[in-house]
Structures are given as C-alpha cells and as structure tokens.
C-alpha cells in the first residue's frame, strides 16, 4: 500500500512543472469516460461523482476525489459556475481529461490529470 500524503505534500512534490498552478478550492463533479476511442455520447447513463478542484494550469488540474482514479483513465470534469456567474448565464467548464497519476491523501484520493480537449477552456 502506497504512502498517504496530504494535499499540500503532493502538490509541492507536483511542482516541477513548465506552466505555474494556482490553488483552488472549487467543487467539482466528474466521470469516467467508458470508451475513450469515441468521444460522442460516451458519458450518457453515467453518474456524476462529487470531488474539488485542488489546483488548475494551462496543462492539467489536480482532482481530489473521493475514489481512486487510475493512470491512463478518460474523464470528463464539470466545474459548475459561481452562484453569480450562473446569475449572468455562465456555463461553466466541461473538460475532458487523462489521468497521469493518483495519490491517496488521508481519506480522499489527488489525482493530476492532463487536459485532453482544451477548445473550451478559454
């Protein structure tokens, strides 16, 4: 069994990266995509899980999530829009990400994730 580490541990072993993270503490939902081969309808029947949103980069994110994701897995992350952002007819952020790695962090699990699809991001 793998060493537990807590959030702030991993995310300064997680530091050597080409673009800066920003920390955050935004709720998030999330879910495995089924079959990554084919992009259309590929979540359709999933059950949304609930995580947070521990950093984000121009590269990649940082989940923490309540079950381990595993290295190679698609998922699609939803960051839903502030309560006044939702007000102005914000959407929020749909991504498709890969995971790279995951960690247990006491009783929640990080895992850095790669963005895959980053056409709506910005």
């Known amino acids: 069994m793998a060493a537990k580490m807590t959030t702030d541990a991993l995310l300064r072993k997680c530091e050597k990266r080409g673009s800066p993270r920003v920390r955050t503490d ?18 359709r029947g999933e059950t949304y899980q609930h995580g947070r949103l521990a950093d984000i980069s121009a590269s990649g994110m940082c989940l923490e999530v309540p079950d381990q994701l595993r290295a190679g897995q698609t998922v699609e992350v939803y960051v839903p829009p502030t309560s006044n952002g939702a007000a102005n007819g914000a959407q929020g952020l749909l991504s498709i990400v890969s995971v790279v790695r995951a960690q247990q962090s006491l009783d929640q699990w990080l895992a850095g994730v790669r963005f895959e699809d980053r056409s709506n991001l910005f």
Do not use: F
């Open 26 to 43: 935004v709720p998030i939902k999330y879910r495995v995509m089924r079959r990554p081969e084919s992009r259309a309808g590929l979540c």
